[in-house]
């Protein structure tokens, strides 16, 4: 079931044992359930994005239009995946100073290209992004910001034993979800064997 934002307060009160306001303020919550998205957002990696980035020649780095991205899945050029480097790495591996990229790196906010463009190239960026905003949520965290904001509840009721309980598992399950939805193994020549065919005698 998806959760409204109103819903998941009222989810979240009705867990805690108090359905009218009294000692969790509305705000409490809501600040709660932002905060759990921020979390999830960055710790899970459940928010992606893509934009297309032109490079132009002479020019080595480049910001994104989308100033939430904190990390890179990839970049693509003319439908090929560039090899992400170090920045360090950047003078030392063997490219032209200039010319076509091949390798990208991602610091403080920034794309760095190697070699240095030398003409105009349109490319593709897949990168991960933060959020405060409860509706940016895809559904299957809904219940993940459910126990954050739980957990938090207990917090100030000081209730430390179940808040800890309730956080370890929250953080488990964050690990979980991260591995099972988000993660992507590149495949291998074992992922992709095929079983030899088997033949039955009638």
Not at 80 to 103: D, E, I, S, Y
Request: negative net charge; hydrophobic residues 40%.
């Amino acid at each position: 079931m998806a959760y409204t934002a109103t819903q998941l307060r009222a989810e979240v009160r009705r867990i805690l044992n108090e359905t009218t306001a009294a000692f969790y303020t509305d705000a409490d919550i809501d600040a709660w359930i932002v905060d759990a998205v921020l979390d999830l957002s960055v710790k899970a990696r459940c928010l992606e994005g893509a934009v297309d980035l032109t490079l132009t020649a002479g020019d080595q780095n480049y910001v994104l239009s989308d100033t939430t991205a904190i990390g890179i899945e990839a970049v693509l050029l003319d439908g090929l995946g560039l090899a992400k480097v170090r920045p360090r790495q950047f003078g030392h591996l063997n490219a032209a100073t200039a010319g076509k990229p091949v390798a990208y790196a991602h610091f403080v906010g920034q794309l760095y290209f190697m070699p240095i463009p030398d003409t105009t190239y349109l490319t593709h960026v897949l990168y991960w992004k933060y959020s405060s905003t409860y509706t940016d949520l895809p559904e299957e965290y809904q219940l993940l910001a459910l126990m954050y904001a739980v957990r938090q509840g207990k917090l100030k009721a000081r209730q430390y034993a179940e808040a800890a309980q309730l956080y370890s598992w929250y953080v488990q399950e964050v690990q979980f979800a991260r591995d099972d939805l988000q993660d992507r193994e590149p495949d291998s020549k074992e992922t992709l064997r095929l079983v030899d065919r088997i033949s039955y005698n009638a």
